[in-house]
């Protein structure tokens, strides 16, 4: 808690004025630049919670990033890949959902799209054994992202429960997560995020 910092003084939003929502913008700034630090304490959750699979959830998610980093993807996959299973601890019947919606201000369509719908795609490798359709991804055959979102799952994710495979650090990754997540490219609240005219010249 804050406790000296500076609050708006409404009770109701009806009534707020400019300068309530000027300390609120001023907040919300410092709050949204610590993201990234919130971001890496949640991966950190997954660290040994295994659920029954051969490696922790965290490992998988390291060993994704890894496997997409080796191959030459660029950073903004890379941290996708990174986090794709972030949403395991809070989402745990959507887990991708949570994923994607954390990404999308900082990813293209086309990542947003894959994170989003890589639940779906990897159950190609067991929903068969759940009593489920495993060609359940074959419903978005005709996406533009259908084809980059097999090749995630198959190259990256599900090749991703090696407890013998290289698994780089999570202070590896840290640095691209940060640029990745310094600027929001898509948000409802980007125009009074970008520097004013004054600020860009200065």
Known sequence: MHEHEPRAQFKHMEDGTAEDWRIISQAFGGFARELPDRIIEHLKLL????????????????????????DGQDEEYVVCALLHDIGDTLGPYNHADVAASLLEPFVSEENHWMVKHHAIFQGYYFFNHLGLDRDLREQFRDHPCFKRTVEFCAKYDAAAFDPEQETLPLSFFEPMLRRVMAQPKRSLYKKSLDPRPAEQSA
């Open 47 to 70: 660290e040994g919670d295994c659920g029954g699979f051969p490696v922790d959830r965290l490992t998988h998610c390291l060993q994704t990033a890894t496997l997409a980093h080796r």
